[in-house]
T-cell receptor, first 116, second 111 residues
Framework: SAVISQKPSRDICQRGTSLTIQCQVD?????MFWYRQQPGQSLTLIAT?????????ESGFVIDKFPISRPNLTFSTLTVSNMSPEDSSIYLC?????????????FGAGTRLSVL | GESVGLHLPTLSVQEGDNSIINCAYS??????FIWYKQESGKGPQFIID?????DKRQGQRVTVLLNKTVKHLSLQIAATQPGDSAVYFC??????????FGKGTMLLVSP
């Protein structure tokens, strides 16, 4: 399975500011995803990060709030813009390598964000 | 919209017991299911998966059962150990690589 590194692992931010989260994979992968996990809750998909094109956002999530980059097959960033306390969550990156024949998504350790 | 859910939010067992975690899904078009384990402070870890053309799959100490008639998925853990304490999520894939996660069950194993 792929090894996924997320940075930062945690951060405390002031409202109105923005934070960019990085996701680095140790191998080239077809699909990369960003999820949000609010405290004590399940995972909700924010968007699919597409290499070379705009991300595909799920209902309730918009590009202005969560801009995403995917410059190559091993790296993606998620920015949480104009943060409010309601954005306090764990943000998780996952990858799926379709060329492996598997459909398993592997996850990073997550970024724990607190907004004051 | 269609969703995946769990029957029990918390399951407490004694070490050595067998554990069964249940999950109901509502999207009959889903053809692939995964169980994840999430320990405190970590990301979800893949445990086992099953495709809709199967009704049972076994791994090391874990078994997943799929009942498509009643849209029910279960994870059985044999000889549960304290290290199995975590939150367990089922997830379904309806064919576009996007996963829909269930609410999660906290498994607490007492020594």
């Amino acid at each position: 399975s792929a090894v996924i590194s997320q940075k930062p692992s945690r951060d405390i931010c002031q409202r109105g500011t923005s934070l960019t989260i990085q996701c680095q994979v140790d191998s080239q992968v077809t699909m990369m995803f960003w999820y949000r996990q609010q405290p004590g809750q399940s995972l909700t998909l924010i968007a699919t990060a597409n290499q070379g094109s705009e991300a595909t956002y799920e209902s309730g999530f918009v590009i202005d709030k969560f801009p995403i980059s995917r410059p190559n097959l091993t790296f993606s960033t998620l920015t949480v813009s104009n943060m409010s306390p309601e954005d306090s969550s764990i943000y998780l990156c996952s990858v799926e390598d379709l060329t492996s024949g598997e459909n398993i998504q592997y996850f990073g350790a997550g970024t724990r964000l607190s907004v004051l | 919209g269609e969703s995946v859910g769990l029957h029990l939010p918390t399951l407490s067992v004694q070490e050595g017991d067998n554990s069964i975690i249940n999950c109901a899904y509502s999207n009959s078009a889903s053809d692939y299911f995964i169980w994840y384990k999430q320990e405190s402070g970590k990301g979800p870890q893949f445990i086992i998966d099953i495709r809709s053309n199967m009704d049972k799959r076994q791994g090391q100490r874990v078994t997943v059962l799929l009942n498509k008639t009643v849209k029910h998925l279960s994870l059985q853990i044999a000889a549960t150990q304290p290290g199995d304490s975590a939150v367990y999520f089922c997830a379904e894939n309806s064919g576009y690589s996007t996963l829909t996660f269930g609410k999660g069950t906290m498994l607490l194993v007492s020594p």
